[in-house]
T-cell receptor, first 112, second 116 residues
Framework: DTAVSQTPKYLVTQMGNDKSIKCEQNLGHDTMYWYKQDSKKFLKIMFSYNNKELIINETVPNRFSPKSPDKAHLNLHINSLELGDSAVYFC???????????FGEGSRLTVL | AQKVTQAQTEISVVEKEDVTLDCVYETRDTTYYLFWYKQPPSGELVFLIRRNSFDEQNEISGRYSWNFQKSTSSFNFTITASQVVDSAVYFCALSEARRGSNDMRFGAGTRLTVKP
């Protein structure tokens, strides 16, 4: 069983479209995250949710909206996609206070 | 604020050479965790090691070893007798594990190429 799973793994879309990436974890963790990895491989935290409550929101454009329907899910919705949104997006989960994160396999988004 | 610096952007070695990847961190917390991840060409993030700030013992796992020194805020990673399969981007990361969040921050990564 995959601990942290993301769908889709690959997403190709046109500028201006709206798209979502889903993330689910079956580890019973109370905290979930989204990270963005750009073309230079730099990994940057975008959002963190703890028990469905937003904890971290790192200067991400309003076009990005995370949604956490329950502790096991954290979806990322992106409106009006731009070329610069092309990246690999990693979902992760962890138990607060432990310092450790478990990552999904990543979702590669390509905006044309 | 926490910060992780991996000054080596790219390293290229020949197979069987030893190589050390440097990592320097900054944090104001006394309790924190340090990590190394490997990202092979396939793209997934592979967990290698986790160290907490109270445990400065060096660790060895096969050909991999880690040197944690709080005095210099460094957590370096050495691969002994490198192999082609070690070619990947390696990330050092720091988590302050504050209440409510594990807030892991990554260094910029070091791309290691091992040539046959």
């Amino acid at each position: 069983d995959t601990a942290v799973s993301q769908t889709p793994k690959y997403l190709v879309t046109q500028m201006g479209n709206d798209k979502s990436i889903k993330c689910e974890q079956n580890l019973g963790h109370d905290t979930m995250y989204w990270y963005k990895q750009d073309s230079k491989k730099f990994l940057k935290i975008m959002f963190s949710y703890n028990n469905k409550e937003l904890i971290i929101n790192e200067t991400v454009p309003n076009r990005f909206s995370p949604k956490s329907p329950d502790k096991a899910h954290l979806n990322l919705h992106i409106n009006s996609l731009e070329l610069g949104d092309s990246a690999v997006y990693f979902c992760a989960s962890g138990r607060r206070g432990t310092g450790e994160l478990f990552f999904g396999e990543g979702s590669r988004l390509t905006v044309l | 604020a926490q910060k992780v610096t991996q000054a080596q952007t790219e390293i290229s070695v020949v197979e069987k050479e030893d190589v050390t990847l440097d990592c320097v961190y900054e944090t104001r917390d006394t309790t924190y965790y340090l990590f190394w991840y490997k990202q092979p060409p396939s793209g997934e993030l592979v967990f290698l090691i986790r160290r907490n700030s109270f445990d400065e013992q060096n660790e060895i796992s096969g050909r991999y070893s880690w040197n944690f020194q709080k005095s210099t805020s460094s957590f370096n990673f050495t691969i002994t007798a490198s192999q082609v399969v070690d070619s990947a981007v390696y990330f050092c990361a720091l988590s302050e594990a504050r209440r409510g969040s594990n807030d892991m921050r990554f260094g910029a990564g070091t791309r290691l190429t091992v040539k046959p």
